[in-house]
């Protein structure tokens, strides 16, 4: 399988902290998308970043993608209670379709 | 500006019997796909479609129908039901791909 990575598989902070998740791939990508899911909805997307980009900035988050590691990660700064949900990476192997993660359960406590 | 919707949001049927997913979106995105969101598993791409009558296979394809006869609709076919398809099944579009997808609310299928 080509799924991705990411890590921790949970996180448990507290509102005003800031939450980082991983996510590792295994072969070369166009492009590296991260996606919220908050319980029992549909995924929201958050951050697209490609592969010749080395960071990218969305309101509090900040992604960054390392291509020597194949691997990127998800900085929410400054957490609060409605970040909690779980979030995923997806990546596209050079395809035209994505390839998801497992996913990161944060919990941001009050 | 309804988006994408999936219909039904619930369903309950049983081993054996045929159960189609209805998917559609309002905004004439050329690419959908049908994904199964299972514990451990995160999402595993069932099927995709770049444009009307043009679809492809993910990741786990077997036991799935499906068909686009028209851009906004993609439904999802089961032909015989088994217990393991028990699922979430989310349906997602996108204008091109692989950018970013826009994703309806979900169908919970429980197989008995």
């Known amino acids: 399988s080509q799924q991705g990575e990411e890590d921790p598989q949970a996180l448990s902070i507290q509102e005003g902290e800031n939450a980082t998740m991983n996510c590792s791939y295994k072969t070369s990508i166009n492009n590296l998308q991260w996606y919220r899911q908050n319980s029992g909805r549909g995924l929201v997307h958050l951050i697209l970043i490609r592969s010749n980009e080395r960071e990218k900035h969305s309101g509090r988050l900040r992604v960054t993608l390392d291509t020597s590691k194949k691997s990127s990660s998800l900085l929410i700064t400054a957490s609060r209670a409605a970040d909690t949900a779980s979030y995923f990476c997806a990546t596209d192997y050079n395809t035209d379709k994505l390839i998801f993660g497992t996913g990161t359960r944060l919990q941001v406590f009050p | 500006d309804a988006g994408i919707t999936q219909s039904p949001r619930y369903k309950i049927t049983e081993t054996g019997r045929q159960v189609t997913l209805m998917c559609h979106q309002t905004w004439s995105h050329s690419y959908m796909f049908w994904y199964r969101q299972d514990l451990g598993h995160g999402l595993r791409l069932i099927y995709y479609?770049?444009?009307?009558?043009?679809?492809d296979k993910g990741e786990v394809p077997d036991g799935y129908v499906v068909s686009r006869s028209k851009t906004e609709n993609f439904p999802l076919t089961l032909e015989s039901a088994t217990r393991s398809q028990t699922s979430v099944y989310f349906c997602?579009?996108?204008?091109?791909?692989?950018?970013?997808?826009?994703f309806g609310p979900g169908t919970r299928l429980l197989v008995l």
């Open positions: 997602a579009s996108s204008q091109t791909s692989p950018e970013t997808q826009y």
């Open positions: 479609s770049a444009a009307a009558d043009i679809t």
